[in-house]
Structures are given as structure tokens and as C-alpha cells.
């Protein structure tokens, strides 16, 4: 499509979404929605609550409805293990949940992953 032909296309879009929204400015519906939402913001800010307290109001299960969701994707994995780690070299100890801890790091570029990991404390 040459380019000529597409902004004819782009202009022709613009000219109907405008025409749309001149609709919409006109609409008694839309206007009477607009002021009510006016209003209530309005009166929300008035007395300090939000949407969410009115919503809690109105319907107290939809918080509980929505917590279960949150609790169930935290208790999916289970804690990790700590490990301790003994540098017979040095007699060091370094005890992790995790694999990026800096000492162990240095450990590993310095005698190798697999001699580290057999350092480990049982």
C-alpha cells in the first residue's frame, strides 16, 4: 500500500472516531453517567474513602473471596533447607539457604563446584 493511499485510510478513520465522539458528547446517557461518577468521586474524597472501602461494604465477601487466591500461591513451595559449608582448607564455615552466597562463589571459581559441594556438613 503506497503511502498515499494509507494515510487516506488514517484520515478516513480519524474523520469516522470523530464523528463517533461527537455522538457520545451528545448522549443524555453518557452525561448523566459522567456527572454520577463526578459526584461520587466527590463525596468519596468528602468523607476519605475509596472505591475498594465501598466495595467492601457492599459486598464483604469479595475480600475473602480474593484471599485464599494470594495465601494458596505463597504456601506452593516449601522453605528452603540451610546448608553449612567447611573449607577444610581454611576451616571456614558458611551457612546458606542459596547458592549466591559470595564466599561460596569464590570457593567454587577457586577449587571447583564439585570439590565445594562435598564440603558440605551432613
Known sequence: MSRLAEF???????AAQLA???SLKNDDGL???IEFEKKLRDLL????YSLRNIIAILDPQSASR????VVAEKSNRKPRQTKVYKNPHSGELVETKGGNHKTLKEWKSQ?????VESWLAK
Do not use: T, W
Open 111 to 115: 577449587y571447583g563446584s564439585d570439590e
Open 20 to 22: 463517533e465522539l461527537e
Open 66 to 69: 480474593r484471599a485464599p487466591a
Open 31 to 33: 452525561k448523566r453517567e
Open 8 to 14: 487516506r485510510a488514517l484520515e478516513q478513520q480519524l
Open 45 to 48: 474524597s468528602e468523607y476519605g
